[in-house]
């Protein structure tokens, strides 16, 4: 039976890590406007917000797909054993 830790892409949560980090940069853009401050520094904490969540995201991204690889390595190793004759 094929479990579903066999079938994980880390790859396929690119387009949500995404969405979380303009979502992130919007939401701090906007609270940022709600405290009254100049529309520049709005937008430069929204940039780095973005910037923020996106590498911090990626970083989780190849940090999954690494210790995905080395489980699926760890899985494909086999056992040799070598076998002696027994003198006649």
Known sequence: MDSPRQHFEPRQFEPLLRRVAV??????????????????????????????????????????????QDEQAAQSRTTVRVARETER
């Open 23 to 68: 979502a992130a940069a919007a939401g701090s853009a906007l609270v940022s406007l709600l405290q009254h401050v100049p529309v520049w520094v709005a937008c430069a904490r929204g940039g780095a917000s973005l910037a923020c969540v996106l590498v911090i995201g990626k970083l989780g991204l190849y940090a999954l797909e690494r210790a995905a």
